[in-house]
């Protein structure tokens, strides 16, 4: 505790010698420090969340991820002044303290940015994580029959292998692909990882009207509008 003297004003009291130590809460300073560096070190972090920029420039909305993050600052503000008003007591003995050098270390304050950032990441949507993953195979051929995301794949192969790495096992066929899971009211109501059905074809919903699939022998996997023909049926498996 960082301690402050603070001499009685009358002149009996200073005649005395008499004085009392106020107590200022050191923890209350380091936590307030630790929090205002933890702000800059978690928008650092946030950046892994950005989208390539190949998968024609769209890049998700990390609005959650702030939100996330700055309601876990509040509380831990909260937490740090309701901690100082406990400490904040009185002394009539002792000598005054020294500054804690441990206020001034940013390596908690770094911790607790990370663990606010992993409770974002914790809460992220399921079908979030799957586009993240599914995206780094744009580029790849396309192979009818085929089921390797990248020596080649056809489109119900590229949703099936996508999904196994979940642990999700599904159908190595578009037509089966449209039962599987839960049904989506519509392209409206759709989510990032939702399977997009049309005659003959399969893809994954990317967002924002975009399909991400394995279109076909000229265009490997790619991306396109989720309308660029009739939707059959869209399906949410996670």
Same mark, same amino acid.
């Not at 050191?26 to 920029?53: D, G």
């Not at 304050?109 to 994580?129: C, N, P, R």
């Not at 993240?132 to 192969?157: H, M, V, W």
């Given at each position: &505790?960082?301690?402050? *003297?603070?001499?009685?004003?009358?002149?009996?009291?200073?005649?005395?010698? &008499?004085?009392?130590?106020?107590?200022?809460?050191?923890?209350?300073?380091?936590?307030?420090?630790?929090?205002?560096?933890?702000?800059?070190?978690?928008?650092?972090? &946030?950046?892994?969340?950005?989208?390539?920029?190949?998968?024609?420039?769209?890049?998700?909305?990390?609005?959650?991820?702030?939100?996330?993050?700055?309601?876990?600052?509040?509380?831990? &503000?909260?937490?740090?002044?309701?901690?100082?008003?406990?400490?904040?007591?009185?002394?009539?003995?002792? *000598?005054?303290?020294?500054?804690?050098?441990?206020?001034?270390?940013?390596?908690?304050?770094?911790?607790?940015?990370?663990?606010?950032?992993?409770?974002?990441?914790?809460?992220?949507?399921?079908?979030?994580?799957?586009?993240?993953?599914?995206?780094?195979?744009?580029?790849?051929?396309?192979?009818?029959?085929?089921?390797?995301? *990248?020596?080649?794949?056809?489109?119900?192969?590229?949703?099936?292998?996508?999904?196994?790495?979940?642990?999700?096992?599904?159908?190595?066929?578009?037509?089966?692909?449209?039962?599987?899971?839960?049904?989506? /009211?519509?392209? /409206?109501?759709?989510?990032?990882?939702?399977?997009?059905?049309?005659?003959?074809?399969?893809?994954?919903?990317?967002?924002?009207?975009?399909?991400?699939?394995?279109?076909?022998?000229?265009?490997?996997?790619?991306?396109?509008?989720? *309308?660029?023909?009739?939707?059959?049926?869209?399906?949410?498996?996670?």
């Amino acid at each position: &505790m960082i301690t402050k *003297t603070v001499l009685f004003g009358n002149t009996e009291a200073v005649s005395k010698g &008499m004085n009392i130590e106020r107590v200022v809460s050191a923890p209350f300073t380091r936590s307030v420090k630790k929090l205002r560096a933890s702000v800059a070190v978690t928008m650092l972090a &946030m950046t892994v969340f950005t989208v390539p920029s190949f998968a024609a420039n769209k890049t998700f909305d990390n609005t959650f991820l702030e939100e996330t993050v700055n309601a876990e600052y509040e509380k831990r &503000m909260k937490a740090a002044e309701s901690s100082s008003i406990e400490e904040g007591a009185v002394s009539t003995e002792g *000598t005054i303290g020294e500054t804690d050098s441990a206020a001034l270390n940013t390596s908690e304050a770094e911790s607790a940015a990370q663990e606010a950032l992993a409770l974002a990441i914790e809460q992220k949507s399921s079908g979030e994580k799957v586009i993240e993953y599914a995206i780094q195979f744009i580029g790849n051929p396309y192979r009818y029959g085929g089921s390797s995301l *990248t020596s080649g794949t056809d489109c119900s192969g590229f949703v099936m292998s996508i999904y196994r790495n979940f642990g999700i096992s599904l159908p190595h066929s578009s037509s089966e692909l449209r039962s599987v899971g839960v049904p989506v /009211a519509g392209l /409206a109501a759709a989510q990032p990882g939702d399977i997009i059905c049309y005659s003959g074809h399969v893809g994954l919903y990317l967002g924002d009207g975009r399909l991400l699939s394995a279109l076909g022998s000229g265009y490997g996997i790619t991306i396109n509008s989720a *309308t660029y023909k009739r939707i059959l049926a869209i399906r949410r498996v996670i």
